[in-house]
C-alpha cells in the first residue's frame, strides 16, 4: 500500500481564494482525520469520520471550512474564502484499529497571502 | 479544559546515553496513551500505545511507562543514536464521545549527538 496519499504538497494562493485539499485513505481503514499544525498550536483535530460518516467536527474553526468524505476512499477540506491565518500544514490521517494508531499522510503546506 | 503538556525545551543528549522525556495530561481520563515520532517535513508515525492496566511498555529500545495516578507517561530511548534525532510526540483519546479521535501534545525535540 502507498500509505495516506495527500494532495496537493504545496500550495500557495492569495486571500479570499477557494482551497481545497485532497486525501486518499488506506484501503481497509474505516477511520480518517484531518489535522491542522502550526507553530504555535501544535497538531489540532480539525473532523472526525468513521465509515465516511463526520463523527466530530467540532474543532473545524469556523464555516469557511467543510470537509467531505463521499467514499472510503476519498476525502476533501475545502476553505473558501481563505485568510492569512489558515496558513499551516494539514494532515490527514487513517486508522482500522486504535491498537495500530494512526497512519498519517506527509501533509499539505498551505499559505495564503 | 483538556491540557497535554510536554517539554517545549529541546533534548540535547550524547549518543548512547539513555532519552527519557515527559508527557503530563489534566482533565482526562485515558484507558490509552499513544507516542509518535514526527521527523522534519513529514507526517507523525506510530510508535507505541500502552493501556492504563499495563503500567510498562517496551518496543527494541523503546520504553514507555503509564502512571494514570500522576497522570503522566514516561517514554524512554535507551542506547540513543543520531536517528533518533525528532520530535517525539504524545496523543490521548479526546472523549468517549468522539470515538478514538486523539489529541496531541506539543511535542518534544530530541537531539542525539554523536
Known amino acids: 500500500d502507498a500509505g495516506v496519499i495527500q494532495s496537493p504538497r504545496h500550495e500557495v494562493t492569495e486571500m479570499g481564494q477557494e482551497v481545497t485539499l485532497r486525501c486518499k485513505p488506506i484501503?481497509?481503514?474505516?477511520?480518517l482525520f484531518w489535522y491542522r499544525q502550526t507553530m504555535m498550536r501544535g497538531l489540532e483535530l480539525l473532523i472526525y469520520?468513521?465509515?465516511?460518516?463526520?463523527?466530530?467536527d467540532s474543532g473545524m474553526p469556523e464555516d469557511r471550512f467543510s470537509a467531505k468524505m463521499p467514499n472510503a476512499s476519498f476525502s476533501t477540506l475545502k476553505i473558501q474564502p481563505s485568510e492569512p491565518r489558515d496558513s499551516a500544514v494539514y494532515f490527514c490521517?487513517?486508522?482500522?484499529?486504535?491498537?495500530?494508531?494512526?497512519?498519517f499522510g506527509s501533509g499539505t503546506r498551505l499559505t495564503v497571502v | 479544559s483538556q491540557k497535554i503538556e510536554q517539554n517545549s525545551e529541546a533534548l540535547n543528549i550524547q549518543e548512547g546515553k539513555t532519552a527519557t522525556l515527559t508527557c503530563n495530561y489534566t482533565?482526562?481520563?485515558?484507558?490509552?496513551l499513544q507516542w509518535y515520532r514526527q521527523d522534519p517535513g513529514r507526517g507523525p508515525v506510530f510508535l507505541l500505545l500502552?493501556?492504563?492496566?499495563?503500567k510498562e511498555k517496551r518496543k527494541e529500545r523503546l520504553k514507555v511507562t503509564f502512571d494514570t495516578t500522576l497522570k503522566q507517561s514516561l517514554f524512554h530511548i535507551t542506547a540513543s543514536q543520531p536517528a533518533d534525532s525528532a520530535t517525539y510526540l504524545c496523543?490521548?483519546?479526546?472523549?468517549?464521545?468522539?470515538?478514538?479521535?486523539?489529541?496531541f501534545g506539543k511535542g518534544t525535540s530530541l537531539l542525539v549527538t554523536p
Open positions: 490521517a487513517s486508522s482500522f484499529e486504535r491498537l495500530y494508531g494512526y497512519t
Open positions: 484501503s481497509g481503514h474505516n477511520s
Open positions: 469520520f468513521n465509515n465516511n460518516v463526520p463523527i466530530d
Open positions: 482533565n482526562y481520563s485515558p484507558a490509552y
Open positions: 500502552i493501556r492504563e492496566n499495563e
Open positions: 496523543a490521548l483519546e479526546k472523549n468517549s464521545n468522539s470515538g478514538y479521535a486523539l489529541n
